[in-house]
């Protein structure tokens, strides 16, 4: 499956935005999605995963309360809505898939190239 993930930009402290990942393929519900972030000289860390339905999601401690992701399977996407921002989540976003089941780990597949995220403060 090939990943492209959209919907960076520049925002202020306390604004929203809402990354899209477009995935291509027929197959897209047999997957579970996620997204990671990785910051200038970090490594890059979990954001949050949803089940291959939809009907379940698993976030990390630091976004918890204000991110919330989303798949539609008849559109082939993956959303990740970031709200309450602020410069910590300063970070390349990238969008990942995977055919084993459960929301824990971070070993995926496929990845996308990734789309830039800056909130200044």
């Known amino acids: 499956v090939q990943l492209q993930a959209s919907g960076g930009g520049l925002v202020q402290a306390g604004g929203s935005l809402r990354l899209s990942c477009a995935a291509s393929g027929r197959t897209f519900n047999s997957y579970v999605m996620a997204w990671f972030r990785q910051a200038l000289g970090k490594e890059r860390r979990f954001v949050a995963s949803i089940s291959r339905g939809g009907e379940a999601t698993y976030y990390s401690d630091s976004v918890k309360g204000r991110f919330t992701i989303s798949r539609d399977n008849a559109k082939n996407t993956v959303a990740l809505q970031m709200n309450s921002l602020n410069p910590e989540d300063t970070a390349i976003y990238y969008c990942?898939?995977?055919?084993?089941?459960?929301?824990?780990?971070?070993?995926?597949?496929?990845w996308g190239q990734g789309t830039q995220v800056t909130v200044s403060s």
């Open positions: 990942a898939a995977r055919s084993r089941y459960g929301l824990l780990g971070n070993d995926y597949d496929y």
